[in-house]
């Protein structure tokens, strides 16, 4: 298995569509985390129910179960630039209402979990657009350039996105979805500035062969399936850091921020490594390289499991999300160069379950935030009070 990148680490920034196309992604990114952060905080807040937080992130999660096999079939058969800006607006659309709702005090769960389901739903649809609309942008040696710039703008917003959203929340939780609504406007924007790029459509009839076109694709390519599988493999088992939480506070003896910092470290491995697969790309070996990155994960999964020490626990972590990253961009390189346009949107969202299980443990952390920060705030104004 090998790919032919260019020498160039800055290859898919010479092209204008996809300079706009990737600070657009950021932004969005930066916002959904803003959103994420705020709402949970408030809701947390003013219900003091942890149930709440784990609806929040399941309203968010079913639309994109329930419409997997749509979603990407939309994105095959019609402009992704143009789905990706509309579902940005509808993006916009939703921070305003909770913008709204904090503003005139009239914030409440079942309100509020009807704006996140149609948060969820328009994330179902402009997941699989975003992931196939990048190839479209670049030349074909720089997809893989592309792709590791993708993932390192992604896992930058994740670190740093919930922290900018609690310093906002901090400030009022109007600012912090004000922010997001500018910041998914801005998005929007430069997706609709991007000239409509290339895209290969075939006129296939409705049918179950169509809707079911990216599996049938990824069964049938051994090499695609066997990369999925792999990544699939050590994420399901992987999910040691669903317990970070735990580990803090039983086992390391840390604070809220001593859990902020667990939770960024795997993010800063990533960006790490995906910066510099961006430098010096794979040219051959992938296959091998990736069974060296899910062996890493699985060590750096062990090695926190067994930790008593934070630094070690630390760098642990940090060695799991450049692991993962290496996993995640041979998975997605394959599958951009591999799989024909017409088939792109489909065969993206037929991985979803990798990238769902990523996306589920990260909101799953983000609730045992919520809780701890909320009781460690608690226990503060108890001593403060004696």
């Not at 092209?15 to 196309?21: A, D, L, Q």
């Not at 994109?64 to 607006?89: E, F, K, M, P």
């Not at 149609?118 to 990048?134: D, H, N």
């Not at 079911?212 to 493999?233: C, H, N, P, Y």
Request: hydrophobic letters at 55%.
């Amino acid at each position: 298995m090998s790919f032919s990148p260019t020498e160039d680490r800055f290859a898919a920034f010479r092209h204008s569509s996809y300079t706009r196309f990737f600070f657009a992604r950021f932004l969005l990114s930066f916002s959904q985390q803003i959103v994420s952060v705020a709402v949970g905080w408030q809701m947390y807040d003013q219900t003091g129910k942890a149930i709440y937080l784990g609806l929040i992130g399941l309203v968010q999660f079913l639309p994109s179960l329930l419409l997997i096999l749509v979603t990407g079939s939309v994105a095959d058969r019609h402009n992704r630039r143009a789905i990706a800006a509309l579902c940005s607006l509808v993006s916009a659309l939703c921070a305003l209402a909770l913008l709204i709702m904090a503003a005139t005090d009239t914030f409440a769960p079942w309100p509020v979990f009807a704006v996140l389901l149609i948060f969820g739903i328009e994330r179902a649809f402009m997941s699989p657009a975003v992931q196939s609309l990048a190839p479209n942008l670049v030349p074909e040696h720089a997809v893989s350039n592309a792709i590791a710039w993708n993932s390192s703008s992604w896992q930058l917003a994740a670190i740093t996105g919930p922290v900018i959203g609690g310093l906002l929340y901090g400030v009022s939780a109007t600012t912090a979805y004000t922010v997001a609504v500018i910041f998914s406007i801005l998005g929007a924007g430069l997706l609709f500035m991007i000239p409509k790029p290339e895209q290969k459509t075939v006129g296939e009839a409705k049918s179950w062969a169509m809707i079911l076109g990216g599996f049938s694709f990824i069964r049938a390519e051994k090499v695609v399936l066997g990369a999925i599988s792999l990544d699939l493999f050590a994420v399901l088992l992987g999910g040691a850091t669903a317990l970070m939480p735990i580990f803090a506070r039983d086992i390391l003896t840390l604070g809220p921020w001593g859990l902020g910092l667990l939770r960024a470290a795997p993010g800063l491995g990533a960006i790490v490594m995906a910066i510099f697969l961006a430098a010096y790309p794979l040219k051959h070996r992938a296959g091998i390289y990736m069974f060296i990155g899910v062996a890493l994960f699985g060590i750096g999964t062990i090695i926190f499991g067994v930790s008593t020490s934070t630094e070690v626990s630390i760098a642990a972590l940090a060695l799991m999300g450049a692991a993962d990253m290496i996993s995640v961009y041979v998975r997605e390189s394959l599958i951009a160069l591999w799989t024909p346009d017409h088939l792109r949107g489909r065969a993206m969202r037929s991985t979803w379950s990798s990238s769902a299980r990523r996306t589920s443990s990260a909101n799953s952390e983000q609730a045992r935030w919520h809780r701890s920060s909320a009781r460690c705030r608690q226990s503060s104004s108890a001593v403060s009070e004696r």
